[in-house]
């Protein structure tokens, strides 16, 4: 079974910089776009950021020009520049392919001084 890990989170200060980093255990097949959503705490999950196979992308109004997407083969990346209290949630890693979704466990990101 195909698990997503991700890596990266933790905790910094505000104005300070993460990078995500989402891999797959096995190649998946005919995938069609990969992202990445937060939840904070009492809030619904959000899209964050994607990227499609073709390579467009798609931010969230909240992140735009602060975070950038970026995929390789089945690796995908968030960097995160800029950060603010509000960007505190869990992250996850998401993988859409023609036959099937793939969620990664979440990773913590908090932003605080």
């Known amino acids: 079974q195909v698990q997503l890990v991700e890596s990266g989170g933790g905790l910094v200060q505000p104005g300070g910089s993460l990078r995500l980093s989402c891999a797959a255990s096995?190649?998946?097949?005919?995938?069609?776009?990969m992202g990445w959503y937060r939840q904070a705490p009492g809030k619904q999950r959000e899209l964050v950021a994607a990227?499609?196979?073709?390579?467009n992308t798609n931010y969230a109004d909240s992140v735009k020009g602060r975070f950038t997407i970026s995929r390789v083969k089945n690796t995908v990346a968030l960097q995160m520049n800029s950060l603010k209290p509000e960007d505190t949630a869990v992250y996850y890693c998401?993988?859409?392919?023609?036959?099937?979704?793939?969620w990664g466990q979440g990773t913590q990101v908090t932003v605080s001084s």
């Open positions: 998401n993988i859409q392919a023609l036959i099937a979704a793939y």
């Open positions: 096995e190649t998946i097949f005919s995938i069609t776009t």
């Open positions: 990227i499609t196979s073709g390579g």
